[in-house]
């Protein structure tokens, strides 16, 4: 339990978020995750990971790995969990078979489910027919009334049976949090499996039992789990139990109304991380999915976001992930990041875009990452500027010559050859010394705005847009000041 991911909290408002990991965690079931936890912090519940991971054709250990990696990284420290135990261990499911086959088979001695032998090709077959017909495709009942005879039959012939969960005539009611009244009827549901064939437990039972037994007391999911919610009730009716309090999300889709994917600029954390985004500016803008603080403000730091976080405010329509919010709230937290921090987490941006960073001076560096953090939305944006400071000399292509290029050739030679002579007589090419310089090249021509300042950005750069000039030329120095424009004029 006294594991550094995890922390003891106190009982009372307990929630889960309940990841299967069959993927990366994707940017929907974040957003599920956060609200989970900022209700928990918020009420200084208790916030629990559970794995499930029943769905044994498709879980990879490896992507549980990246879902904790990722929630790690997001700051979403869960109280219980797979890692660090909790008082209702284990967290995954998996490991909490025995527990599903016992309560199941108290459910069959009741006579609340019974074994099925449909086999799945014939389940199948059905399930076209029901909607071929235009009807829901729901279980017919067959082997809800078998005989002692016929499941003796069935057995001996070597079928193993599921189990079914028998759904009695009715209305289910509950009141969802963020949906209001919801009404199922359960004509509609039909019988449900809840341990398959090979006596795994179905979702739904797994999920309704260990909500129970872990003590959760809000379930707060998508609004894809909707449908399930009167099954899981049903099922802790049959089993003696109190459900918890529900509350389901909207769906995050993309600005085209169709549920994100890759083409909106990101599906799953792993992406963002790899894009360069930071942590909080990624929690600071999926809180506002669906959610807004009552004084308007957009910018928030999660312990903020913590205080002013209320379930009551959760939208029921849908939210649309917009990818130019989260890089303008992205810049944000770039640009107000300390610097020795930022430039450790620009580092391996760096490498990725082929600079050697160790071999330069990390106050050097730090230099060089003031200068562009202004400029970039995300930290893989560093590849952009990369070359400014850390080639050697730069090329400028044929349409941005200093000299040559469209709109620059002007006085544009002058320019260029007064600022060598002028930079030829410094040292050291302070910030100061830089204004100095343009202002002077500025009285002698009596040039100004971009005649004046593109041709030396250009010829230093390689761009007509970028960091500011001073900074730029102090942090490339004299020698290669003039190497960059010796190359230019030549
Ligand atoms: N394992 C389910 C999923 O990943 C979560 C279901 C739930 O929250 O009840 O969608």
Same mark, same amino acid.
Request: with cysteine.
């Given at each position: 339990?006294?594991?550094?991911?995890?922390?003891?909290?106190?009982?009372?408002?307990?929630?889960?978020? @309940?990841?299967?990991?069959?993927?990366? $965690?994707? &940017?929907?079931?974040?957003?599920?995750?956060?609200?989970?936890?900022?209700?928990?912090? !918020?009420?200084?519940?208790?916030?629990? $990971?559970?794995?499930?991971?029943?769905?044994?054709?498709?879980?990879?250990?490896?992507?549980?790995?990246?879902?904790?990696?990722?929630?790690?990284?997001?700051?979403?420290?869960?109280?219980?969990?797979?890692?660090?135990?909790?008082?209702?261990?284990?967290?995954?499911? #998996?490991?909490?078979?025995?527990?599903?086959?016992?309560?199941?088979?108290?459910?069959?001695? /009741?006579?609340? @489910?019974?074994?099925?032998?449909? #086999?799945?090709?014939?389940?199948?077959?059905?399930?076209?027919?029901?909607?071929?017909?235009?009807?829901?495709?729901?279980?017919?009942?067959?082997?809800?009334? $078998?005989?002692?005879?016929?499941?003796?039959?069935?057995?001996?012939?070597?079928?193993?049976?599921?189990?079914?969960?028998?759904?009695?005539?009715?209305?289910?009611?509950?009141?969802?949090?963020?949906?209001?009244? &919801?009404?199922?009827?359960?004509?509609?549901?039909?019988?449900?499996?809840?341990?398959?064939?090979?006596?795994?437990?179905?979702?739904?039972?797994?999920?309704?039992?260990?909500?129970?037994?872990?003590?959760?007391?809000?379930?707060?999911?998508?609004?894809?789990?909707?449908?399930?919610?009167?099954?899981?009730?049903?099922?802790?009716?049959?089993?003696?139990?109190?459900?918890?309090?529900?509350?389901?999300?909207?769906?995050?889709?993309?600005?085209?109304?169709?549920?994100?994917? !890759?083409?909106? +600029?990101?599906?799953?954390?792993?992406?963002?991380?790899?894009?360069?985004?930071?942590?909080?500016?990624?929690?600071?803008?999926?809180?506002?999915? +669906?959610?807004?603080? /009552?004084?308007?403000?957009?910018?928030?730091?999660?312990?903020?976001?913590?205080?002013?976080?209320?379930?009551?405010?959760?939208?029921?329509?849908? @939210?649309?992930?917009?990818?130019?919010?989260?890089?303008?709230?992205?810049?944000?937290?770039?640009?107000?990041?300390?610097?020795?921090?930022?430039?450790?987490?620009?580092?391996?941006?760096?490498? !990725?875009?082929?600079?050697?960073?160790?071999?330069?001076?990390?106050?050097?560096?730090?230099?060089?990452?003031?200068?562009?953090?202004?400029?970039?939305?995300?930290?893989?944006? &560093?590849?952009?500027? @990369? +070359?400014?400071?850390?080639?050697?000399?730069?090329?400028?292509?044929?349409?941005?010559?200093?000299?040559?290029?469209?709109?620059?050739?002007?006085?544009?030679?002058?320019?260029?050859?007064?600022?060598?002579?002028?930079?030829?007589?410094?040292?050291?090419?302070?910030?100061?010394?830089?204004?100095?310089?343009?202002?002077?090249?500025?009285?002698?021509?009596?040039?100004?705005?971009?005649?004046?300042?593109?041709?030396?950005?250009?010829?230093?750069?390689?761009?007509?847009?970028?960091?500011?000039?001073?900074?730029?030329?102090?942090?490339?120095?004299?020698?290669?000041?003039?190497?960059?424009?010796?190359?230019?004029?030549?």
């Amino acid at each position: 339990m006294s594991n550094q991911t995890c922390s003891e909290r106190s009982e009372s408002i307990r929630v889960r978020f @309940a990841p299967s990991p069959t993927g990366h $965690l994707h &940017i929907g079931n974040v957003r599920t995750a956060l609200f989970n936890y900022l209700f928990a912090k !918020k009420h200084n519940g208790n916030f629990i $990971l559970r794995i499930e991971d029943t769905d044994f054709d498709r879980v990879k250990r490896e992507y549980e790995e990246s879902i904790l990696e990722d929630l790690k990284w997001l700051g979403l420290i869960w109280d219980e969990g797979p890692d660090c135990g909790g008082n209702y261990r284990p967290y995954r499911q #998996s490991e909490r078979l025995n527990i599903y086959k016992e309560l199941a088979d108290k459910l069959l001695k /009741e006579g609340k @489910a019974y074994k099925c032998f449909c #086999s799945p090709e014939e389940l199948e077959k059905k399930r076209k027919e029901s909607l071929s017909k235009g009807l829901p495709p729901r279980y017919d009942g067959k082997c809800c009334n $078998l005989s002692r005879e016929e499941i003796v039959s069935y057995e001996q012939k070597g079928i193993k049976p599921s189990t079914r969960f028998k759904v009695e005539n009715g209305l289910i009611e509950f009141e969802d949090i963020v949906r209001g009244k &919801i009404t199922f009827n359960c004509s509609d549901i039909g019988d449900f499996v809840i341990l398959r064939s090979d006596g795994i437990s179905a979702y739904n039972f797994a999920a309704s039992v260990d909500d129970v037994l872990m003590k959760i007391t809000h379930v707060i999911r998508g609004e894809d789990h909707l449908s399930n919610t009167p099954r899981q009730i049903l099922l802790n009716q049959a089993m003696g139990f109190d459900s918890p309090h529900f509350a389901h999300l909207s769906m995050i889709l993309g600005p085209d109304k169709s549920r994100l994917s !890759k083409r909106h +600029g990101a599906e799953s954390v792993t992406e963002l991380r790899e894009e360069g985004y930071l942590p909080e500016a990624v929690i600071n803008y999926l809180s506002l999915l +669906g959610w807004s603080s /009552e004084d308007g403000r957009e910018i928030m730091p999660l312990n903020d976001i913590i205080k002013n976080f209320s379930i009551e405010r959760v939208s029921k329509s849908p @939210a649309v992930f917009d990818i130019k919010k989260l890089k303008w709230i992205n810049s944000h937290y770039i640009k107000n990041k300390d610097i020795a921090e930022l430039t450790e987490l620009s580092i391996p941006f760096l490498k !990725k875009a082929g600079v050697r960073t160790e071999t330069v001076e990390r106050q050097w560096l730090y230099k060089v990452i003031d200068a562009i953090k202004d400029n970039i939305e995300t930290l893989s944006d &560093i590849n952009k500027y @990369a +070359g400014i400071f850390f080639d050697e000399i730069i090329t400028p292509s044929s349409q941005s010559s200093p000299i040559r290029g469209e709109g620059q050739g002007e006085g544009a030679a002058e320019v260029l050859k007064l600022f060598k002579e002028m930079i030829e007589r410094e040292n050291d090419i302070t910030e100061d010394i830089a204004d100095k310089i343009i202002l002077g090249i500025k009285e002698k021509t009596n040039l100004k705005g971009k005649k004046l300042m593109m041709p030396i950005r250009i010829a230093l750069t390689g761009k007509t847009e970028g960091p500011e000039l001073k900074k730029i030329m102090n942090i490339l120095g004299k020698e290669r000041i003039i190497k960059r424009v010796n190359n230019v004029i030549s």
